[in-house]
Nanobody, 122 residues
Framework: QVQLVESGGGLVQAGASLRLSCVGT????????MGWFRQAPGKEREFVAA????????FYADSVKGRFTISRDNAKNTVYLQMNSLKPEDTAVYHC???????????????WGQGTQVTVSS
């Protein structure tokens, strides 16, 4: 089991960059694949990116390919989401999550952070 806490969200203009962080408080962080999801008000939670337990493999939603990069530092129990060239449609609450294997659907994730708000103005 792991507890996750996100940070790094904020209000930025279109074209700006943000880096989100997600810190796991458990001792087994490296056992899990990690993912980032986002959810806008009234909309279904959407997959953004995922990374395997070692950081050697990652994949992204088509909407963020080429703009977002997921990475992890297991020594710090932290996963990151570097977001560049932000667009207004990226506005959402961003959640990190832990799973036994990387996946693009939320059903595969067992643990979730509280979320951090990202707002991108036009």
């Amino acid at each position: 089991q792991v507890q996750l806490v996100e940070s790094g969200g904020g209000l930025v203009q279109a074209g700006a960059s943000l880096r989100l962080s997600c810190v796991g408080t458990g001792r087994t962080f490296s056992d899990y694949a990690m993912g980032w999801f986002r959810q806008a008000p009234g909309k279904e939670r959407e997959f953004v990116a995922a990374i395997d337990w070692s950081g050697g493999s990652s994949f992204y939603a088509d909407s963020v390919k080429g703009r977002f990069t997921i990475s992890r530092d297991n020594a710090k129990n932290t996963v990151y989401l570097q977001m560049n060239s932000l667009k207004p449609e990226d506005t959402a609450v961003y959640h990190c999550a832990a799973a036994f294997e990387p996946a693009g659907t939320p059903q595969f994730y067992d643990y979730w952070g509280q979320g951090t708000q990202v707002t991108v103005s036009s």
